[in-house]
Antibody, heavy 118, light 110 residues
Framework: EVQLVESGGGVVRPGGSLRLSCAAS????????MSWVRQAPGEGLEWVSG????????GYADSVKGRITISRDNAKNSLYLQMNSLRAEDTALYYC???????????WGRGTTVTVSS | QSVLTQPPSVSAAPGQKVTISCSGS????????VSWYQQLPGTAPKLLIY???KRPSGTPDRFSTSKSGTSATLGITGLQTGDEAEYYC???????????FGGGTKLTVL
């Protein structure tokens, strides 16, 4: 079964850091680009970041550029999102998704919740 | 303010048909493939349509799409109460170099 499972969310103070992880299974991880998409409470979807199959190319939404870094470890079938200088507006449910960029996002995880609050 | 524009809500009776529009520009819908996602209450988004008009296995043929210029439309026929969900359009924006989504449309089956 194709599956994405996110972890690493939690409550963090403004200015703090958090590292999200996404464990992939059931497919050949290193032939797919991957993305992180977030959804603030009661709001729509916002693409946060994407990374190419080999990890060489990355992209970021303007709202997170300079504060967030996407990476992957193909040997571990894992995707990561390092989040620094967190703000209240980063509070959201963060989804890991297969695809992104020019490719559709065809598989989604259940998400992990990040709450930034003092 | 989303880059792609969708109506906030649509509604129709069971068995009827509804359409959801998604309006963009030449840098996104006009020159890239459009995907549609369905988000049932309390769940993760699920791919409904990709590459403008292709249905993944599991998407009923009651769901169809069209695209013209810088706009796309999702149509749902034979509405069922189980279709009540938020629907999002999404695509790549070649100028912004990000994936963009519509703000979402809440479908109510009365």
């Amino acid at each position: 079964e194709v599956q994405l499972v996110e972890s690493g969310g939690g409550v963090v103070r403004p200015g703090g850091s958090l590292r999200l992880s996404c464990a992939a299974s059931g497919f050949t991880f290193d032939v797919y680009g991957m993305s992180w998409v977030r959804q603030a409470p009661g709001e729509g979807l916002e693409w946060v970041s994407g990374i190419s199959e080999n990890g060489v190319s990355t992209g970021y939404a303007d709202s997170v550029k300079g504060r967030i870094t996407i990476s992957r470890d193909n040997a571990k079938n894992s995707l990561y999102l390092q989040m620094n200088s967190l703000r209240a507006e980063d509070t959201a449910l963060y989804y890991c998704a297969r695809g992104g960029g020019l490719k559709t996002m065809d598989v989604w995880g259940r998400g992990t919740t990040v709450t930034v609050s003092s | 303010q989303s880059v792609l524009t969708q109506p906030p809500s649509v509604s129709a009776a069971p068995g009827q048909k509804v359409t959801i529009s998604c309006s963009g520009s030449s840098s996104n819908i006009g020159n890239n493939y459009v995907s549609w996602y369905q988000q049932l209450p309390g769940t993760a988004p699920k791919l409904l349509i990709y590459d403008n008009n292709k249905r993944p296995s599991g998407t009923p043929d009651r769901f169809s799409t069209s695209k013209s210029g810088t706009s796309a439309t999702l149509g749902i026929t034979g509405l069922q109460t189980g279709d009540e969900a938020e629907y999002y359009c999404g695509t790549w924006d070649s100028s912004l170099r990000v994936v963009v989504f519509g703000g979402g449309t809440k479908l109510t089956v009365l």
